[in-house]
């Protein structure tokens, strides 16, 4: 699997997101900081995170990636759309409850603007272990499956 990559860019109104390879808990400064730029911006009119070339994204960029479209939704009353093509991508999208607080689908119409890679971020251990915690609190709000799931490691985190 390709090692992960956070690529983003701005157009119109509208912030695009884009998780390329495996997207793993060691990118999630760089994703939390993406998150807080986004919603300390201007306003948006629309927010595309787009999955279609990630290999696979564990539970903390899962997490992120919820409080993402909740902080957003929060700011500024509009639903962040999801782009997942990868059927195994889509099916773990789905068993954490991402329809609650995602439009998912499956493509996009258009070309796609230039992208630019974010520079990954280095956290301290107590950021790290401070992002992982709000990533699975985050994901444990979802639904009472994950609230089971991820207990124990919120509990050992706290």
Not at 104 to 124: F, K, M, Y
Not at 127 to 138: F, S
Not at 148 to 156: C, N, P, S
Request: aromatic share 4%.
């Amino acid at each position: 699997m390709a090692e992960g990559h956070i690529l983003a860019a701005s157009a119109n109104g509208t912030q695009i997101l884009k998780l390329v390879g495996e997207v793993r808990l060691t990118l999630c400064s760089t994703l939390n900081a993406y998150i807080d730029s986004i919603v300390s911006g201007e306003k948006l009119q629309a927010m595309l995170v787009d999955l279609s070339e990630t290999d696979s994204l564990d539970s903390t960029t899962l997490g992120m990636l919820a409080k993402l479209s909740v902080r957003v939704r929060e700011r500024w009353g509009i639903p962040t759309t999801l782009v997942s093509s990868r059927e195994d991508v889509t099916r773990i999208l789905e068993s954490m409850g991402f329809e609650q607080v995602f439009v998912l689908i499956d493509h996009t119409n258009g070309i796609p603007p230039v992208l630019d890679e974010i520079p990954v971020l280095q956290a301290s251990e107590d950021q790290m272990r401070k992002q992982i915690l709000e990533a699975h609190r985050t994901l444990m709000d979802l639904n009472e499956s994950n609230r089971e799931k991820f207990r124990e490691l919120v509990d050992m985190l706290q």
